[in-house]
Every structure is written in structure tokens, then in C-alpha cells.
């Protein structure tokens, strides 16, 4: 219930407001020496307080791994154990909620789940849990990178301003350079949306959108280990998010299937990888890779914590008022961007160890 | 790689050109009499030939169980093994596809993957597979109704004819009666869509909506197993799916926290479940059910295979032409419609037994 | 429940009076040719009848493969279903245990674990599901052969006959030729006391032991993952076994550290693999081959059916006379052998895949 | 690799010499009140150094919680992290371990799976790991405990010194009165044959025999997941283990059918649990229990590390001497007693979550 992945596994624990997050990376492959430098870099990048947009906890998020590491920084192959301490909680922000349910969070169903629950920073459910998996990605990434594949993320969408068809080029002229880059304007609207949302105490939702290149073909389970598979479970684990969809995604319900059928290009040397003339299939063909490139992107809703009162229930299911309190994601969907370019690595990794 | 669930398993096996498809399901709760009418009617919903619009493949499908239920149909809680043979393959339909690749099957990534292949017909890749789904689905389906829950599942969109926001009035006024039939002239129109792609040879894509209702509150786990984690996982294994999407789903994407918050109705009874005044959340939070209606859409590309000549490649990479040959479902999202209903009956009593 | 191993894995289905056994292997490598003239005649070395020491029982086991293999015999790397039909029951036999429970059967545990049970042969509680584990385990044989690994087993003790510390020049003389043959002599007296618990329908214990040769070091995973505790555990799970021990086994608790110790053979060329001088290790260390011959015994008691009346009760705990009915084994150890033989070769396999 | 149990797991993490031991429980109970008091006093009977005649290494083996209880004790049913800090190691002890393997130890075996090792105190192959089953198993116990289920353990063999057929009076009497405790003057005998072989530099093997009571009828899963055969996959993981017997065990391969058939007890009352006149199926049939008491023993070898030089060899192959150096436990078992205990907890706690 708490473990990711098949052959590499990520167990993870940890209350939001409790003493610490942390996990367990099983199945990492040893004999790989880890950049430190880039790791933290990486993991910062999740951090909150390093934004205006995003919320004011201000964590260092410096991981300590205790185990599966050699003092020079190589790996076992034994698991690597991991902590990061919860500094910045602000529990008292959190007393009214032991005896509110706030609306659209996990709140009333946590407590129907286990009779008992955490209320503090909304325990287990809250983000707070992302950390665990920026850790454990940043370290999957590296190990990747060695292999050639890269993976990268953008937000593409915050409420009405999108990026359009990102992926648009990348499935009709696979073969033409391509860059995830978003227009400056587009950046600067989504910034203005998110700011205006923050005055108001409203949230906004959107989308991020990821890529995968680098892939070797035949990477992949058939059944009930399809990759695509794979990476929609672990898109839809993380907080917020309400949609997948792949390669030509749901603007697949209305193509036809001569205009859609990425035919291969021939090849003069068998050894070589086959390509295709266009990727409306998104690398991925019955689950496994044939070698162009994978992308995909993840709809997320709006933060439900609001910085404005709100009707809802006491836990006795009484009519009560939750006043604003904690603190505020306007857009959930920022800082979505590392931890789906963190988990998407996560899970390409547990294919190829 | 075969098996689904965790608690409530099922594994499979079977390539569509040999001597039968099959699996065990495991975990399956003891003492439950087993409506064998019912059941054989639920799976005959998925069998190909069942409706002009589909493959003429025309196979029984009468599954064959050989373990877990006594001789008067009653569950014995050990595992149930069935088999459903293969009779109406017509294998040498196949023969070219030895040395070819077909564009957008998984012809090319199963070489990649094992060095060897099953041809005919697809091999494990095909979507014969999933009658196992629809057995154990419909077991399923009869258990979790014991319980009062039901699984509807219909075609909302088929090329360019769609039910439009079919899940609009769950969403925002979920006391309201609410049925996910499609009026009858959108289905007309989308049967005819079919009808012109069958007829030029080419295939469509589509959406399948789907309703899970009396649900009680409290079921999922969280982290690694939301509930809707698990249904994307299972959706997503669907043979042609691009996308899935629940609750408020993509459109999230431009949505405001305070508009969408669902906050709860007041009960007088503490002992009641709790309702909520919309239902944007889709019935999940925190990956766990609230008591509100679940709601998902699938989307699904157009199936691959074409009836008109198409460019490719052989298995050495040089240029080939495929003719067309084998059965042809012009529009996969048709035949989806039962396979989305058990794999959904069969994710929900996973986390029911 | 039903599944053994981990990355080969074995589904396994059926009650002893049920249509049929059956399972799934899971995993096993691709492109591998199976030699069907061998795997019959293994599977037939378990079949009941095949002595006159053991059940009357006469089946064919003929497993039927359906899945997994081409029709030239070569694996496709997908799952191999396979059932072998319940031909020869004579369920009318067992009538009278729908009422009672039989001593020293699951009769009784089964009830209280499912509520319900298939009272006719045992049910899955049988020994027939030995069956499925041999059809798995002489796949894994042949594959593991193809990579120089060899498993061997022997009945080493029927009561009070025993082959004595069959081991004992493994462990300290292994550069000696070592053969697993029990003296013919001691073979006569063990079938002697079969032959005559039988007349007397009572019936005895029995040890086997298992040698497995050729297998390369560094096999296997450290803490929850020892290749002799997953030995152990698959051989616990064969009907009837009480106690496994490996390498000095049980002698190890009145040993001396200095004098079974296993020091290292230095070696002249570092690619080489390691010998070592004494092998009372028995060819793990930290649950990782080392590379010296595994070895192991598994004791059996003898099979609780007796050809005698025996007091017990009845389902309402009222007591009650069993009368003796169905087939008997007097020695459940025979039939064990190529039982153990089969899980050993399936375990090892798990570990090499 | 590294989890222990299927809904109850136990996930651990640590190196003998890296900065802390560690794991994560996931599937505990919510609701449950933990006695820390009583949770520290029995770790801390593991602890080295808590006895004249273990190792000398001083740890407090204190555990931090990290996540799943709440301020006041309350599991609250999310993942359990804890950490146990490596403060005592001395790790320039194990320097010239670096370039030699010790023999019977697993860094020869570690290196060829790995390719890399943590030679410093045996790193992950040390029985330093034992500490996380500890406390994992304490909270077990305290939760069985609250259902009437209670597990002992105790030293039944050092060297020739044997406390004998320990578990008679259970198997043959089980209505009798019954203590596991060893007469005081074999306890003497049995410390006077560790304190010999610590004076020598030598070690002794030993055996620890383990009961558990209060166990309710039913519980257990049939086929691949029968209880005492993950009873023996737990007690063969320990370091150390050679052999596992259960309920009568290997005097089970020269007893009669006719003597050990565990004849029920009628019984008045119909709710009542069933008793049987004998016990020598240890409580367990058919993988399930039936309520009567478990019992078995585990063989353990003498711990390889020695305080003498020993003949061995270098990574490169070539003859080297191991001096004495780290610390020294001459007999394992002694150590091994609460580390049974603890797992023993922790797997019948996994069948009752």
C-alpha cells in the first residue's frame, strides 16, 4: 500500500507534521557512483519557498541516506534507506481540523478508512509524501541518464492558459528537432493566473506534461505490466491529479486509423532500431517501447485548501465553518512538474534494472 | 507481469491463436452462490460476432471452470481456474505476418522484447485477452452486487459523435436522478460512423464512460494503492486505451478551487455516510471513496489494423507492403464497453474482499 | 496464496475431485525448446500407480499446455497455462467425510478458514495438487540443464530404515566423487516396512534428500530473499513435510566453529570460481550460492489416511467412527521425491531467470 | 530482497557499519495503543552486550519513530518508520577485511552477486540487521498479545548440552500443564560450554526451540502460503539457521501413522473450538491452524567469526591469514532466542492483520 514499483521498489512513510518522511529504494543497481551535488540540486527543486507561487514552507529537504551507499558515494545494491525531517510544521495552524472535515480533502474518508487519523498538515494524505518520491527519482534519474534516456517535464496548462498541443510536432514530424520549452508569454500568463488566484485565496488547476527520450525498443511487460500502465498508476498516485493520457491521448476518440498508423521507416542495417514516420502511439506499442520517443501528460486539479472561509462539517456531521488556515498552494499543478519528471524515472528505471 | 489485483488476484494467460485463453483467480470470497446464467449472459456481451459492428470472429466463449466452486455453484474460497477455449481461429490468415511488421500493432516491440513471437493473430497481444478479463470480471460483478454496488459502462463518443459531458449532472447536481444512457440518435450517429469506417476499410477511435454507484465510504488504501491509481492501472492495460480521466478529470485543468470544492451536506445522524453538494471529486479522495458516485472515461484509439493495403516493413527492415487479411473491428471502443465494466467490477471487489 | 516464486512464478488451481488441476507459469525465459519426451516421462515418475508401494490412484497426468509455447515446442517468453484432467476419482468413496472430520486431515481447518470445503479427496488440500508442481518444476529442470545445473533427490529414511548421514562426504571430502545412490540393500528394507505398514493399512514416515550440483555462485538475495530460506519454504508446502535442514543441518546445534569452518582452496587464476575445503555450508553463505553443491532434507510424516477405523467427530463435534475408504498411501515420502526434486528445480529457476 | 510478510511487511534497510539500521511496517492496525515501556525492554533484550556471554558491542539500540503513531501512542494504520542508529563501530576492526574473504562468511558470496561489499562488520550480511525484526516483531507481539496470543522462546540446545525432547509433554499430554523453561542446571551446563569455547576463541552451535499459544482455529492460507512454511521461511532467514522442525518434526520420518494421528476430543458445544488428544501436528494442518498450540525448533551453527588465525584467502584468490580482530559471539543461538521470538510474532501477526 505504500511501496512503489515491481523489481526496483520505493516504500515510503511519513506524516506531514510527524518527526520525518522517508523511504526504502530496493533494487537499485550496484556499482553506480551517485553526484551528490546534482542529486541535491535536483531534490531542491521540488522544495516549497522556492517560488512566490508556491507555498511558504520553507524546508531544506536535505536527505540523509543511512544505508546502500558505499562512504565514497557507490551503491550496494542492498537498499537504500533514506530520511528527511519535517522542520517547518506549523501543527497549531492545523487544531480546528482535528474537529472539521475540510472539503475535498482526504480528511472525512481517512477517517472512515482507518477510525483514526493524523489531522495535522493532513497527515499522510498531504503532499508532504512528494518528497519521498523526488528522492528516490532524483537518484532513479541519474542512473537512467547513464543508460542515455532523459526525462523531462513542463507545465503546459494553468486554468484557461495552455501551451496548445505540446506534443503536437513530436507525433506528426517525430524526425524534426523538438524542445518541451514553453513560450515565454504562455509562462508569463500561467504566472499571472496563478498570482491573481493567490490575492483571491482561489485555486487553480493544470496540467504538466512530460517526455521520455533515449529509450532502447523492448523495454516493457505485456498484460498487466504495460509500461503506459505503469506510468497512469503512478501519475494518478500523486496528490491532485484527475488524468492521463498518452501519446495521442484522448484526441485518439475522434482519429482514424489510416491518418493515426505510424508507419515504420526501412532500415539498411538489421542491427539498427526501427523508427517510425509519425508517434501518435507515444513509444509504447502493447505496453513495451519500440524505441521513439514516450510522452504523455497529467491533469491536476486545483488545491482544495482555499484561503477563504468555507461551509462544511464538523466531525459529527454538524454544520461548521473552516477558516483559512496553513498554508497555500494556488496551483498545485507547479509543483507537480518535479515529481512527475521524478516518478517518470522512478518507473522507467524499474523497467530496465 | 499477467497477474492483476493484489487481495482479489487474477492471472492470466492465452495467445489468441492457441489451444485456449484462461486463468485463476485467487481470493475470491468463500460461499458465494455463483448465478451461472447471469454470468454466461454477462460474458456473452463481450463475444465478438455479437453485433454487425464488430469482428465476425464467432466463438463461443463459454468459459469452462475447473476449480474453486462445488458442483451447486458455491464459492469455495480456493482458487478458480478456467479455460475458454480458442475455435474459430483462422490461423493462416496469418501466415504473412510472420515476416512482416504491422504498423502500429505489437508486432515489432514483442521481437524487441523476447526474440520470438506468436504471429498469429497477435499473439498474447491481442485483445482476445481480455474474454479472461470479462470472466473474472463477471464473478466479480455478482459478488460486489451482493454488496449493492453496480458498474454501468457506455460508449460516449465514436469518432466525432460524442454524448458530450455525459457525467455533467453527477458532477454538479448529483441528487439528481441521473442516468448514463445515450440518447438514441447519438447512438444512431455513432453506429453510422462505424458503419462508413467498416465500409472504407478503416477503423475510428472512442470513449467509454463509466459509473460505479453504492459504493460505501472508506475503500482504498493510499499512497501506492488509491483506488483510482488502480483503475487507471487497469484501464490503461486495455488493449488501444490512450487516456483516462475521473471526476472533473482534463477539465480540471481550467478549473478554480472555489468553484469545484464539493463541500459537504450537513447530516443529523452521526451514524450516516456523508454526501457532498457536488460531486467534482469523482467519489475518490486521497484514493479513498467518499460515498459519492465514481465516475471515469477511457479513451481509445482507432484499432490498427486496416482492411486496404498498407506500407511497411519486414522483419530484416526492408519495405513491404501488408494486405489486408484476419478480422477487422473498425471501432475497438465498441467492444470495450464490457471489457471497461470487469475490469472495474474486478478492481473494486479487489479492494472489497 | 496459490503462487510460488517471484520472478518465475506458479499459479496454481484445482480440488483433488474437481474437473481439473491446473496452472499458470509465469516468467519462464523465451525462446527455450522444450524436449516433451523428458518432460512426460519426469511428470510420470510422480504419477500415483507407478509402484505398487503407493495409491491405487491411476491417472494419466497428461498435462495439457495451451498456452506459452509454439507449435514447435519453443517458449514465448508469455505465460504457459497448462491443466491436467481429474480422470480417476471415485468421489462416492468419500461421502462420509462431508460429516466428519478426518484426524490429522485439513478437514477441520479448511471449515473453520473458509467456512465451506470440498470434503470429496481432500479437496485443494489433496496431495494431488502435487501434480501442477511437478508439470512446473520439469519445465524449470530442463531449463535450468541447459545452463549445467543438475537436482537430484532420494528417499534417504522410510521409519526406522535410514540411508544413514547421506551427506557426510559431501560435506567433508566434496572434491571426492559423490553419488546420491542409496545402497540397494537399505532400498529393499525401506520398501520391506512400506510393505508391511500397508498390510497392516497403517502407515510410516520418511525423509528425502535433495542434491543440486552445477550451480554457479553469487545466486541468490541477502535478509528476505535467502535462496535456503525460499528452499525451506517451498519444501514446507509439500503435504506431510515437518522439518527441512540444510547443509549440517540440526548436527550444526553440537559443532565447533573451528571444525567446520570451510576454509577457501586458493585458486591460481582470479576468474576462476572459489572451492572450499569443507562443505558444511552446504553451498550457501548469506543466502547466496557460493558455488559448491546445495543439499538439503526435507522429514515426512507418515500420511494421516489409515486402512483402519479411526475415532473422531463429526462436523457437530459429536464423536464419530471413521471408516477407512478412498486410496492410501502408506508412505507419503516415496511420492515426495520427484516432488521435492521439482520444487527444488522451480525454486533454483525462480532464481536464475 | 529485503520485505518480510505479505499484509503485515516489514521492509528493512541497513548496513553493520553505515549510520543506521532502519524499516518501515506497513499494514499495522490503526487503533492500537503501544506500550513503549514495554516495547523498549524487550528490544533491548536482543541488545549485545546484555550478557557476559554475547558479543561485546555496546548499542543502545534505541528505535525512533518516525511516522504512523501519533503523539500519543496511537498507531494510526499508515506506514510505521523506524531508525536505529550505528553509534558502537568500531569499523578499522574490520580494515584488513577488505582484501580477504573470511571463510563462512558471506563476502565472498556478496561480491559475486554485487560485483561490490561493504566488508566493514559484514555490512549487510550482518546479524545487525537482526535489530529491525526486533522491533518490528515487539509491536507485533504487543498486538497479538491484545488477542490472547502469546509467543516464547527459549535456548533448548548448546553444543552436546540439550534441554531434550522439549515439546514431549505437549505433543503426547497436551491437556497437561506445560513450561517451556530449561532446568537451571542444563542452563549452567549450557553457559559453562559457551564461556569453554569464548576462552579457546572458539564457537558452538545451538539450537532454539519457540511455542506459541492462544492461537485461534483457521488461520492460515492452503498451498503457497501454509503458515508454518512462512514460519520457516522467517526462522531460515535468520543468520545463522541451518534446520527447521515443526510439531513432531524429523522424528516424524520413523513414526506410525497409527501412533501420531492427533484424534479430535468430542466436544458438547458446537461453538466451541475442537481440542485433539495428541499434538504432534504442532498445531498446524494443511497450513491452518487448529488452535492448538504451535510449536518448532531451529538449528543454529556456530557463528563463523573466530578469535584465532585462520588459513583463507584473498580477493585475488591467493592464500592469506585472517587475524582475529571485531568483536566475538561464541554462540549465536544465544542471541538468536529474542530475534526468533520476534519474527515468530511478526508472521502470525501477518496472518491476522
Known sequence: MNTFGKRLTLTTFGESHGPAMGGVIDGFPPGFKIDFNLLYKTIAKRRP????????????????????????????????????????????????????????????????????????????????????????????????????????????????????????????????????????????????????????GDSVGGKVSCLVTGMPPGIGDPVAGKLHAALAGAMMSINAAKGFEYGLGFRASCANGSETADSFIPISNEDENIKTATNFSGGIQGGITNGMPIFFSVAFKPTPTLMMPQCTIDTSGQKAVLNPAGRHDPCVAVRAVPVVKALTAFVIADYLV
Do not use: C
Open 49 to 200: 519557498g522556492s517560488s512566490p507561487l508556491v507555498t511558504a514552507r520553507n524546508e531544506k529537504d536535505h536527505p540523509e541516506f543511512l544505508s546502500g551507499i558505499t562512504p565514497e558515494g557507490i551503491t550496494l545494491g542492498t537498499p537504500i534507506g533514506f530520511i528527511v525531517r519535517n522542520t517547518d510544521h506549523h501543527s497549531s495552524d492545523y487544531d480546528e481540523m482535528a474537529r472539521i472535515y475540510r472539503p475535498n480533502h482526504a480528511d472525512y474518508t481517512y477517517a472512515r478508512r482507518y477510525g483514526v487519523r493524523d489531522h495535522r498538515g493532513g497527515g499522510r494524505s498531504s503532499a508532504r509524501e512528494t518528497v519521498n518520491w523526488v528522492v528516490a527519482g532524483a537518484l532513479a534519474e541519474q542512473w537512467i541518464a547513464s543508460k542515455g534516456i532523459k526525462v523531462e517535464a513542463v507545465l503546459s496548462q494553468v486554468g484557461p492558459v495552455t501551451a496548445g498541443d505540446i506534443f503536437d510536432g513530436l507525433m506528426t514530424k517525430p524526425e524534426q528537432p523538438f524542445s518541451l520549452d514553453v513560450n515565454p508569454e504562455i509562462k508569463l500568463a500561467m504566472e499571472q493566473v496563478v498570482t491573481e488566484h493567490k490575492k483571491r
